[in-house]
């Protein structure tokens, strides 16, 4: 709600109708994207007894908000484009499923006073995950994995580079009866730069959201509404700390 106060309803207008067309386009670029999308399950095809399995993919897309501080540096507050993606691998009579995705944030959407530079931001995600509770209607998950986390900065001069390092995933997911499939995760990832594990207590990401399909017919396969929020701390040396905080709102569709 900050974002209309400082705009305005009539700028807050203009905002959403500038951003449609971008999410048209982005959703165009999905689509025609689909044989990557295909490509890649291919790949996954190989893991040892999946080859009858089930494969899910994902495209989003979503309005984010940053807030990034860093001792030195010019503090940023901005609003940004993001485009988002992943696959999914399972096999019904297994407990062991596997996933990767991936984000990327575009141009900044706004900007706030006094900020007048900005970063991108990149990540990727490989996970393994287990149902601790593979119940059809309710599923209950646990996952490992690998992250990774970099930033690309315009004008501005702080931003850090390469993160990466294990990671925890909780999940899980609930099917109404009627219709609706509502999912939930968290994650906790310590940071390392290079390779080189830090102090988990102040180098760290923590990261939660929600998401909620159904099935309509404006599009043969089903569409979600998902937010997300993130905390990543990361110490690079006694002087220079960066936080970067995020919370993000929109549209997931799985083909």
Known sequence: MDCISN?????????CFWSLPKFWSTLSYIMKRRA??????????????MSHATTTSLFGYSQTKILYTQNQSASLNYWTHTIKGGLELSKEESRWSYGLSGYANLSPSFTYPGTSSFLRFYGGNLRAAYALLPKKRFQLSLAAGYYFVTSVPSSYSGGFENLNGPQIYPSFRYQFKK???LTGYAKYSPVSSSFKLLSISSNYELAFG?????????FPFPIGISVDFSEIRFNASDTIT????TGSAGLVFLI
């Open 242 to 245: 960066s936080i970067l905080r």
């Open 7 to 15: 705009l305005g309803m009539n700028g807050f207008m203009k905002w």
């Open 210 to 218: 929600f998401g909620y399909f159904f099935k309509q017919q404006l």
């Open 36 to 49: 990557l999308a295909q490509l890649l399950a291919f790949a996954f095809l190989t893991f040892p007894g």
């Open 179 to 181: 219709r609706g499939l």
